[in-house]
């Protein structure tokens, strides 16, 4: 009975837990930054907790010394103000402090930022995202005699049911789209970011993976990553690019290296067709087995 009991709840928990696509969105009073999907994303969230470290006591300090000033300098406990103009012990904490604060805030961010502009060699991965008012184009480099190229807009409402996603938990309202930017997991992906030359700047940015990269008309800029997990990860513009700039979502679907292969293969004649399979084969609920315990 006790080991029956056992494989109950491993199978609770397991059904619990378990997934087919993991999605990675926004979420009703979030105040952290996204869970991280790249190794990118997890230095920048460890460099935030770090902050706080000297951001807290800092700002304690400041409120401590703002009331001791209020209560022990105010007119009436302290009628005659000093006239002293200068502490040289003052003057070096005040100066030697924030000194080292900022030395310590230095360091790990200067190796951030050289961990995010350190681009692998030989990318495994390479696309193109042209953005226009109000959609982005993917354009797939290497990807056989006519690169593959597509067109993703905003998923309307009234296209959900066609393209079989009602489901508003995993393709929510204003950032799911019409066709997602499908990509391998485990594998340097190498983005490079414009605009259509009559266009604005736009920004491709993508909060799971730490990007955010301006899309300038006229200009190719670079930046790459490579996500750790699969699973379907939702962005936006964040550069004000006109009256429909909230509606300009980008979505990407990290899958298996099979199915990306898969997923290419089918795409490079018929997208819907290619998009559909591949959701059939990730969208599908987990299934857990557990064994039959014959003991008696």
Same mark, same amino acid.
């Not at 080292?100 to 995202?129: G, R």
């Given at each position: 009975?006790?080991?029956?009991?056992?494989?109950? &709840?491993?199978?609770?928990?397991?059904?619990?837990?378990?997934?087919?696509?993991?999605?990675?969105?926004?979420?009703?009073?979030?105040?952290?930054?996204?869970?991280?999907?790249?190794?990118?994303?997890?230095?920048?969230?460890?460099?935030? !907790?770090?902050?706080?470290?000297?951001?807290?006591?800092?700002?304690?300090?400041?409120?401590?010394?703002?009331?001791?000033?209020?209560?022990?300098?105010? !007119?009436?406990?302290?009628?005659?103000?000093?006239?002293?103009?200068?502490?040289?012990?003052?003057?070096?904490?005040?100066?030697?402090?924030?000194?080292?604060?900022?030395?310590?805030?230095?360091?790990?961010?200067?190796?951030?930022?050289?961990?995010?502009?350190?681009?692998?060699?030989?990318?495994?991965?390479?696309?193109?995202?042209?953005?226009?008012?109000?959609?982005?184009?993917?354009?797939?480099?290497?990807?056989?005699?006519?690169?593959?190229?597509?067109?993703?807009?905003? &998923?309307?409402?009234?296209?959900?049911?066609?393209?079989?996603?009602?489901?508003?938990?995993?393709?929510?309202?204003?950032?799911?789209?019409?066709?997602?930017?499908?990509?391998?997991?485990?594998?340097?992906?190498?983005?490079?970011?414009?605009?259509?030359?009559?266009?604005?700047?736009?920004?491709?940015?993508?909060?799971?993976?730490?990007?955010?990269?301006?899309?300038?008309?006229?200009?190719?800029?670079?930046?790459?990553?490579?996500?750790?997990?699969?699973?379907?990860?939702?962005?936006?513009?964040?550069?004000?690019?006109?009256?429909?700039?909230?509606?300009?979502?980008?979505?990407?679907?990290?899958?298996?290296?099979?199915?990306?292969?898969?997923?290419?293969?089918?795409?490079?004649?018929?997208?819907?067709?290619?998009?559909?399979?591949?959701?059939?084969?990730?969208?599908?609920?987990?299934?857990?087995?557990?064994?039959?315990?014959?003991?008696?």
């Amino acid at each position: 009975m006790i080991k029956r009991a056992y494989a109950a &709840l491993a199978a609770i928990a397991c059904l619990l837990f378990a997934t087919g696509s993991y999605a990675d969105q926004p979420r009703p009073w979030e105040t952290g930054l996204q869970e991280a999907a790249t190794g990118n994303m997890h230095e920048i969230r460890w460099f935030e !907790a770090y902050t706080l470290w000297f951001i807290v006591p800092v700002t304690l300090l400041v409120l401590v010394l703002l009331i001791v000033v209020m209560v022990k300098f105010r !007119a009436s406990k302290n009628p005659v103000p000093s006239r002293t103009s200068h502490n040289t012990l003052i003057e070096v904490i005040w100066t030697v402090g924030p000194v080292l604060v900022l030395l310590f805030l230095a360091v790990p961010s200067f190796d951030l930022l050289t961990a995010q502009l350190t681009f692998p060699q030989n990318p495994d991965v390479t696309v193109k995202a042209t953005a226009t008012q109000w959609q982005w184009n993917y354009e797939y480099e290497n990807s056989g005699n006519t690169p593959l190229d597509f067109d993703s807009f905003l &998923l309307k409402d009234q296209d959900r049911t066609a393209a079989g996603k009602e489901d508003k938990s995993k393709y929510p309202r204003l950032l799911a789209v019409d066709n997602e930017l499908v990509l391998p997991v485990n594998k340097v992906v190498r983005v490079l970011v414009t605009a259509a030359p009559t266009d604005v700047i736009h920004s491709f940015g993508m909060p799971s993976f730490g990007l955010k990269i301006d899309a300038v008309p006229g200009r190719l800029n670079e930046t790459w990553f490579k996500a750790d997990h699969e699973g379907l990860f939702y962005g936006q513009c964040s550069e004000l690019c006109g009256k429909d700039h909230a509606f300009m979502p980008i979505a990407i679907r990290i899958v298996s290296q099979d199915q990306y292969q898969q997923w290419l293969t089918t795409a490079a004649s018929d997208l819907s067709k290619a998009n559909k399979a591949l959701m059939a084969a990730v969208d599908q609920p987990a299934t857990v087995n557990v064994a039959e315990n014959t003991a008696e």
